[in-house]
Nanobody
């Protein structure tokens, strides 16, 4: 059973930074690709970034490129999302999810492909 636990959500001002963590087991990180999704009120859940454990590659949605960085943190057994220059439109509940295949632009960020989900962490960007 794959377990994912998100942490790090908070209230932050526009232009600020936050770091989210998706904690899980080392086995999960070695076998699964981990993606971050977010859902704003009244909107569909959208993919933000995906980390491929097999080759350490990453995918990002266009709106966060250059601002967000996804990475594996070996000491913590987590996949983190460093978010810089935050904007009000980044507000939402952030979820991490796992899939037993490499994230690829041909299908990512189709959330139907993901088998396991965390409970989510709230990020609010507001002055």
């Amino acid at each position: 059973q794959v377990q994912l636990v998100e942490s790090g959500g908070d209230l932050v001002q526009p232009g600020g930074s936050l770091r989210l963590s998706c904690g899980t087991s080392r086995f999960t990180l070695d076998v699964y690709s981990i993606s971050w999704f977010r859902q704003a009120p009244g909107k569909e859940r959208e993919g933000v970034a995906c980390f491929n454990g097999a080759n350490s590659g990453a995918l990002y949605t266009e709106s966060v490129k250059g601002r967000f960085t996804i990475s594996r943190e070996y000491a913590k057994n987590s996949v983190d999302l460093q978010m810089n220059d935050l904007k009000s439109e980044d507000t939402g509940v952030y979820y991490c999810a796992a899939v037993a295949r490499r994230c690829d632009p041909s299908w990512w960020p189709d959330r139907r492909e993901f088998d396991y989900w965390g409970q989510g962490t709230q990020v609010t960007v507001s002055s």
